[in-house]
């Protein structure tokens, strides 16, 4: 019984520390939003963007329609990465781009358009993973810039500009963006939003306002492409929390474009919500576990250590 209650007590402190973190990180947030403000620069780096689909279907030509109205100024490389070609993206590819040869071998790239400095290429990666699908392709790039969109996101016109700009800016290497339903109408739908953005927007604000870093979400990020190339996406669950500690534990900060980003869909349903959870607290757990001595012997601050 004395254990049961020591136990108990431990966790009620962790508990109570944890919460008066969402508190602090509340405050600050509230106290200190983003202003709205210009990017009158026009970068013309190449960047070549990443959607990881697995029968997406017609949502994969949403990303890519999203992507090909985005006004940087620089050449756009627009990668959709599925296994073969009996991904359910294809019928609607074969409408859209019917001069197009789909019946490639896997490791085959299928070119579908290329104008005003805008390319749209699909690679048969012959992968499952989304890991396995993004460092397929990032080994054969030459792009100053890489950035993931996952195929049930839909970019903002100026995501890739705005978040180039703040790279150069900071003199940074990485930034996550800013991330958006959709639609949030009805029970679950709100409540996926209230998690994955209000929430993630709450610590992104916060931890830069404190000078620390944010994190990696797996989607609507722009990077070096190096960065990717020397430090490919590991095999586990959640592999973009992983590649996050890697990065962070060599010195690379990751910033934050609270400015622009993408929409994406969100769970309709309980089931979706819970196995969607289900998945993050395993893999984010894991990660933490797998990471947790490299974080003790890192050269970092004691608040970023905290974090």
């Known amino acids: 019984m004395t254990t049961t209650l020591a136990v108990c007590a431990l966790l009620t402190i ?10 602090l990180c509340a405050a600050v947030f509230l106290l200190g939003r983003a202003k709205t403000r210009s990017f009158p620069a026009r970068p013309t780096d190449s960047v070549a963007v990443l ?13 890519i329609t999203s992507l090909a109205r985005q006004d940087h100024a620089g050449p756009i490389d627009v990668y959709l990465l599925i296994k073969d070609q009996t991904d359910s993206s294809i019928p609607f590819l074969r409408a859209l781009y019917p001069g197009a040869n789909f019946d490639l071998p896997p490791g085959a790239l ?22 396995d699908k993004i460092n397929w392709v990032t080994r054969r790039l030459s792009t100053k810039y ?13 995501w890739i500009r705005t978040s180039v700009c703040l790279l150069i800016e900071r003199g940074a290497r990485i930034i996550q963006a ?3 339903p959709i639609s949030a109408r009805g029970l679950f739908p709100l409540w996926d939003s209230l998690h994955q953005h209000i929430g993630c ?4 604000a916060s931890f830069s306002r404190l000078g620390l870093t944010v994190f990696f979400t797996g989607t609507t990020a722009v990077m070096e492409t190096e960065l990717l190339q020397d430090n490919p996406l590991g095999e586990c669950i959640t592999e973009d929390i992983d590649f996050s500690y890697r990065i962070l534990l060599q010195g ?13 869909e969100t769970s309709p349903d309980l089931y979706s919500f819970l196995a969607r959870r289900r998945r993050w607290s395993s893999g984010h757990t894991s990660t933490f576990l797998r990471q947790l001595k490299g974080v003790v012997r890192a050269p970092l601050s004691a608040l970023e250590r905290a974090q």
Do not use: M
């Not at 962790?14 to 508190?23: K, N, T, V």
């Not at 890489?146 to 100026?158: E, F, K, R, T, V």
């Not at 927007?201 to 992104?204: A, G, P, Q």
């Open 51 to 63: 959607i990881p689909a697995k029968n997406e279907a017609e949502r994969a030509l949403r990303a």
């Open 178 to 180: 800013r991330r958006a």
């Open 110 to 131: 299928v070119e579908l358009s290329e104008s005003d400095g805008r390319r749209v290429i699909v690679a048969y990666t012959d992968a499952d993973p989304k890991s």
């Open 252 to 264: 690379v900060r990751i910033i934050d474009n609270p400015w622009s980003g993408s929409s994406e």
């Open 201 to 204: 927007e709450l610590f992104n």
């Open 14 to 23: 962790a508990l109570s520390a944890y919460s008066i973190g969402h508190y």
């Open 146 to 158: 890489l950035a993931i969109l996952d195929a049930d996101h839909q970019a903002d016109a100026d």
